[in-house]
């Protein structure tokens, strides 16, 4: 089938607002592709073409051939020449990217052209998502979703998962395990205004110390160790302080999540931007070890010697835990439902320098990939995790950088208001370094602009503080953030990882309003 149908059928998603529309768009697209061309398609609308890593950016996508006057791309085809640029490497690889890359601008439509810039610059955004798609392809396949978002929670491939689904059905499905050495999509968290708030859902419960360090997933299968971080990038290389401390549990093959964080002398966390950058190169590394040595923390166990533990409760994975991983390396956790006896553990855990709580329900599986209610995150101030929708130009001494930020929350299925929300506006909390370096990210992001702003593709995640909501005729969900500023930027977080209107909304709730 042509490319052409399948970004026609991608802009007719992004133009409805409800999941369910989407879904039926996105299974009947998929019945008509059938199961030759179907799990390519699904790559390209999932984003997992753009995790081959083709090392093609904004910049490359400059300059490229006009569109095609008629279509004659296939969608198979596509996939095949991403492929092909993403295995290129070595000497004169640039130019053998640019050469492939022109080649498929010129055999592309319009919109054809405007469906691959998305795609390469993994900003593809009609809201088809993990969830969404894997509801279209079970719906296509015939096959219950349970049993789609299963096989990708533990074979991380839509394409892959498609594939067996459309060919195979349930009995394919069900073949997908959790496999020691492959990264599974790891639970999330929802949030919470207090304590208080996070009992009154969960119960009794395991309150954890929340740490601000980097998400690690390591796997162990003998002397072999691999570590992943949330978006499954492999830093085994990076982090050998986190492979010593696997290698020394007495496990000969084990899956678990937990986090690799820098600790200052005192033993007190060191600053996330210390962390993030130690964490993100393997240059001269005994030196790094030397000043900032990373401590790894587990909070929970997947896998131990041939024993599957995703779908056990938490009590009996943490026990597990608790067998195999000395307690220098396990999060401190308490189990109560008493809220002065939580209480008093957030306020400890705050008074060690840590960023919050987590608090777990004991019975709850692990739902990798899915920010479900059975882990809620409380911190002591408001936070959110947000998305800039565009930027405006600074006056006085930042003349000629953007500033003034304007932040969206995911609308999550609100009927009306569209992908993303607005919520506010802030140009506080950046240092001069952010303010150049958001300038040079958000202008690479561009979409139009006007004397005073510019619009940007919705992909760059900012942790944003904030005293409190107030309500707001200006904004479409009635809300605006009070006192908003900017603590730092996310690059670990993707922009569908970002927060709600809904927790927005509870927050607000919680204030009375």
């Known amino acids: 089938m042509l490319l052409r149908h399948l970004a026609l059928t991608s802009r007719a998603v992004a133009a409805e607002s409800g999941r369910r529309a989407k879904t039926t768009l996105l299974a009947d697209g998929l019945r008509e592709l059938g199961p030759a061309e179907a799990p390519a398609a699904v790559a390209l609308l999932s984003g997992e073409s753009h995790r081959l890593r083709t090392g093609i950016g904004p910049a490359a996508l400059r300059d490229l051939p006009p569109p095609a006057a008629e279509p004659s791309l296939g969608v198979r085809e596509t996939e095949l020449t991403l492929e092909r640029i993403a295995a290129v490497h070595g000497s004169g690889a640039q130019a053998e990217r640019r050469r492939l890359l022109t080649g498929l601008f010129d055999q592309a439509t319009d919109v054809e052209q405007a469906f691959l810039r998305a795609v390469l610059v993994g900003e593809l955004r009609q809201g088809a998502l993990d969830a969404v798609v894997a509801d279209a392809v079970a719906q296509a396949a015939g096959v219950p979703a349970a049993a789609v978002r299963r096989a990708l929670m533990f074979r991380g491939s839509a394409r892959a998962v498609t594939e067996a689904a459309l060919t195979a059905g349930v009995s394919a499905l069900d073949a997908f395990r959790l496999e020691v050495g492959r990264p599974v999509r790891p639970m999330l968290a929802a949030s919470a205004p207090d304590v208080a708030a996070a009992l009154e859902r969960t119960g009794p419960a395991a309150l954890e110390w929340k740490l601000d360090g980097i998400r690690v997933q390591v796997h162990r299968n003998g002397p072999d160790v691999a570590v992943f971080t949330r978006s499954l990038d492999d830093i085994t290389a990076r982090v050998p302080e986190v492979v010593e401390a696997a290698l020394a549990l007495p496990v000969s093959a084990a899956v678990l999540d937990g986090e690799a964080i820098a600790l200052g002398p005192d033993g007190r966390p060191r600053p996330f931007q210390e962390t993030a950058a130690r ?183 900012v942790e944003i503080a904030f005293d409190g909501v107030q309500r707001s005729p200006r904004y479409p969900a009635g809300l605006a953030l009070r006192f908003a500023r900017v603590l730092r930027y996310r690059p670990d977080k993707q922009p569908d990882e970002a927060d709600t209107v809904a927790t927005v909304r509870e927050i607000a709730a919680a204030e009375g309003l």
């Not at 409380?378 to 936070?383: A, D, I, L, N």
């Not at 929708?389 to 609308?411: I, K, M, T, V």
Request: no cysteine; charged share 30%.
């Open 279 to 461: 964490t993100a190169t393997r240059q001269d590394l005994d030196r790094l070890r030397a000043e900032v040595p990373l401590s790894a923390y587990f909070f929970d166990l997947l896998h131990r010697d041939g024993d599957d533990l995703v779908d056990r409760p938490g009590r009996e994975r943490w026990a597990a835990l608790a067998e195999a991983v000395p307690a220098g390396h396990r999060v401190a956790r308490t189990e109560t439902g008493d809220r002065a006896q939580a209480l008093a553990f957030f306020r400890e855990t705050l008074a060690l320098g840590h960023e919050g709580v987590l608090v777990k329900d004991p019975a709850a599986a692990y739902a990798a990939g899915r920010r479900g209610a059975g882990w809620i995150k409380v911190k002591p101030r408001h936070t959110l995790d947000l998305v800039v929708l565009a930027a405006e130009w600074g006056s006085g001494r930042r003349r000629g950088l953007l500033s003034n930020l304007h932040l969206g929350a995911r609308a999550a299925g609100e009927p009306g208001l569209g992908p993303w929300v607005m919520l506010g506006k802030t140009f506080k909390g950046l240092t001069d370094e952010t303010l150049a370096w958001q300038t040079e990210q958000l202008l690479a992001r561009e979409t139009e602009r006007d004397a005073y702003t510019v619009r940007v593709r919705p992909e760059l995640v």
